[in-house]
């Protein structure tokens, strides 16, 4: 019976191990026999361009969600790091025109913000979806402030490269997005840091008694969010030409929903920054679907939300929690 029991489980483990994969690969056989254009390369290009921002968010959000937290803080945080990115290029309200150089200040203050959350978080001990709802809220309002409602327009081209510049007929954000997945996954691969966020994930008592650092790991990964989300202003910056309070609108729904449906478990302790890049195709590649057969747009954010639900109740592992809450 137990042997029985086990097997079970391997079988139910490695379903959720390729179920993403399966399902992103149905979709693109699917969406391609109803719509001959979606196998264009021009499509598959425009995907990887769609995916840019949500693949660079995503890994930031990923090792928040392994742990068993969750972030609600990333629109106000690329709202406002887009914003002060436009500010400090070549733009139409403001003299400053630092270049390249505001990305990695637009960073520094993304990286600045996810360690106030989680400071604030490990700290006051106050759960991170209010923790970092409310710092969300915080930027969006900050960002808001700033430009007292107008939008920064950018007239720097070389700002502007970082998106729509290409490099062997591949979008700029694509290889920046790139980036920011091989350095994530060598911090979760090749880091003390990526084993300590799976074992807070899997077990914070355990993750205690066996020597973790479990606040200052939290602080810490927290900050590195900040630091994805922050980029990932920048990107959105590049991308529209321009800065304003409302550019992030949309990000948080879809970056949670890829990191989700990728498989990533929202109870922590299970997933991978790999399985979020198959989640952001999932997610991209369904959405491009959608507009290729001419789905109403609100008949597409109802599938949106039916797919977080199904992904939430295919990833959990119900057999690690006594209640649900």
């Known amino acids: 019976m137990q042997t029985r029991k086990a097997t079970s489980f391997s079988y139910l483990d490695q379903w959720r191990r ?14 391609g026999l109803f719509n001959p254009n979606f196998l ?3 499509n598959f290009i425009r995907l990887l361009n769609s995916a840019a921002i949500p693949v660079v968010l995503c890994m930031g959000a990923t090792f928040i969600i392994l742990m068993g937290s969750i972030d609600l803080s990333v629109e106000g945080i690329v709202a406002l790091t887009a914003v002060i990115a ?16 505001a990305v990695p200040v637009a960073m520094a203050i993304g ?5 106030v959350n989680g400071v604030v978080h490990v700290k006051l001990k106050t759960p991170s979806f209010m923790t970092t709802l409310g710092i969300g809220f915080a930027g969006l309002g900050i960002a808001t402030a700033i430009l007292g409602g107008l939008t920064v327009r950018i007239a720097d081209p070389t700002f ?17 997005a790139l980036a920011a997945f091989l350095v994530a996954l060598t ?4 880091t003390r840091i990526g084993a300590w966020i799976y074992a807070i994930g899997t077990d914070e008592v355990t993750a205690r008694f066996a020597g973790i650092p479990v606040e200052k790991t939290r602080i810490l990964v ?3 969010a900040g630091l994805f989300y922050g980029l990932g202003g920048v990107l959105a910056a590049a991308q529209f030409g321009q800065g304003h309070a409302l550019i992030a ?5 879809t970056t949670i929903t890829a990191v989700v449906v990728g498989g990533t478990a929202l109870s922590g302790g299970v997933g991978s920054v790999v399985n979020s890049i198959i989640g952001v195709f999932i997610v991209v590649v369904l959405a491009n679907g959608m507009v290729l057969m001419g789905i109403e747009p609100y008949v597409q954010q109802g599938v949106q939300g039916l797919l977080i639900i199904a992904a939430v109740a295919l990833a959990l592992d119900r057999s690690r929690l006594s209640v649900v809450k």
Request: aromatic content about 12%; hydrophobic content about 60%; glycine content about 10%.
């Open 18 to 31: 390729w179920a993403p994969l399966a399902v992103l690969i149905a979709l693109c056989i699917l969406i």
């Open 187 to 190: 911090i979760q691969q090749r």
């Open 111 to 115: 990286g600045l913000m996810g360690l």
């Open 222 to 224: 927290f900050a590195l």
């Open 160 to 176: 502007r490269y970082l998106s729509l510049g290409r490099v062997f007929g591949i979008p700029m954000a694509v290889w920046i």
């Open 249 to 253: 609108q949309g990000r948080l729904f």
């Open 86 to 101: 436009s500010l400090l290029v070549a733009n139409d309200i403001t003299a400053y025109k630092l270049g390249l150089f």
């Open 40 to 42: 264009s390369t021009g």
